[in-house]
Nanobody, 115 residues
Framework: QVQLVESGGGLVQAGGSLRLSCATS????????MGWYRQAQGKQRELVAR???????NYGDSVKGRFTISRDNAKNTVYLQMNSLKPEDTATYYC?????????WGQGTQVTVSS
């Protein structure tokens, strides 16, 4: 099984920044797709950002231009840099990894943005 552990969430004021980290138990060279999703209370889970093994990225419309996904292959870690945070970014953020063997999720980290 692939273990994903998110960290970096917390409380931040609107306009501030956070960087989320997702540490993986396997080399991310073996991961076809890594991404971040979020789920606000009472809402559906939605795509925030994802990155392929060849470096292409996709972003949700609401975060494009503010968030950046990146990888550190040596550390087997994926990051989500979150800038210009808005109250509507408040959600639980989940790390996701897609491998040939399956689809894996972390337990989530809470991000709360105050206005």
């Amino acid at each position: 099984q692939v273990q994903l552990v998110e960290s970096g969430g917390g409380l931040v004021q609107a306009g501030g920044s956070l960087r989320l980290s997702c540490a993986t138990s396997v080399s991310i060279f073996t991961v076809n797709l890594m991404g971040w999703y979020r789920q606000a209370q009472g809402k559906q889970r939605e795509l925030v950002a994802r990155s392929t093994s060849i470096g292409t990225t996709n972003y949700g419309d609401s975060v494009k231009g503010r968030f950046t996904i990146s990888r550190d292959n040596a550390k087997n870690t994926v990051y989500l840099q979150m800038n210009s945070l808005k109250p509507e970014d408040t959600a639980t953020y989940y790390c996701n990894a897609v491998l040939p063997r399956g689809n894996y999720w972390g337990q989530g980290t809470q991000v709360t943005v105050s206005s």
